[in-house]
């Protein structure tokens, strides 16, 4: 077991830096001179070009690439993402004021959306062919097809506007979270329920589902005791896939909701052109993803021996 867990995570680190590097790369991926965007930004006006040369000479602009790179990862493994262009404060002040509140939205989304949509997929797969599960494929339908975006505005109309039960703005409060949660849960539920209702059915297509059937266990033993944990592996990876949604499946509706967490915190970067702010959150995505595959890959090995001896 130990020899499969370290040997994902050595598999990991050229990933890992791999995303570092086009992190760093974003601030020449995007068109235009660094150091003549970098003191437009910091200073308001058109720089002249001497005032560029001797910026790019005073921060390192003028080297190799490779060594810039090397420079900015080994400060960022110190925990300093460098200052904010646009708040002249450090990076990591800035995520961590935002962290909570997208923590908050995000986790709470999380736990409702996946207790429905396990109830929901093994509703629909017991009363098969049914009212039910129609009612439950038509739920998942709607929620896959509907944008968050759109979901949010129409919720902010019928319960703020007109009904004028909730608040559609602010942060601090229970009321404030209702409708941003809901919106984002009913998304998330329909495309969980869709999935876990997918993978029980193939469970219960398959051979060992028929002998224990023929062995005269009940319904629901078939159905929790075995056709549920074997599908648990499908339904672990995608559910552990949602997590990367805190910062970037989140924006839509912070957005909307000018709720002020890290998807919020992105957009107003990109438009304000705060790279070192964009290239700290794409960064943290992307190694939140990377560790999210490895603690599923650890769990795979942990629910089926199969997949380290496997491997």
Known sequence: MWRYIIRRVIQIIPTLLGISFLSFALLYIFPGDPAEIILTVTTGSEPSQEAIEEFRRQMGLDRPIIIQYIDWLLRVMRGDFGKSWAEDKPVIDLIMERLPA???????????????????????????????????????????????????????????????????????????????VLTWSLSFMAIKTRFVRASLLEELSKDYIITARAKGLSENKVLFRHAFRNALIPIITYFSLSISHLIVGSVMVEVVFSWPGLGSLLVESIFERDFPVVQALVLISGVVFTITNLVVDILYAIIDPRVRYGD
């Open 102 to 180: 997208s923590a908050q939205l995000f986790f709470t989304t999380f736990i409702i959306s996946t207790i429905f949509a396990i109830l929901l997929g093994i509703i629909a797969v017991k009363y098969k062919d049914k009212a039910i599960d129609h009612f439950c494929r038509l739920f998942s339908l709607l929620g896959i097809s509907i944008p968050s975006f759109w979901l949010g505005l129409m919720l902010i109309y019928i319960f703020s506007v007109k009904l004028k039960l909730l608040p559609a703005f602010g942060y601090g409060e229970l009321k404030h979270m209702i409708l941003p």
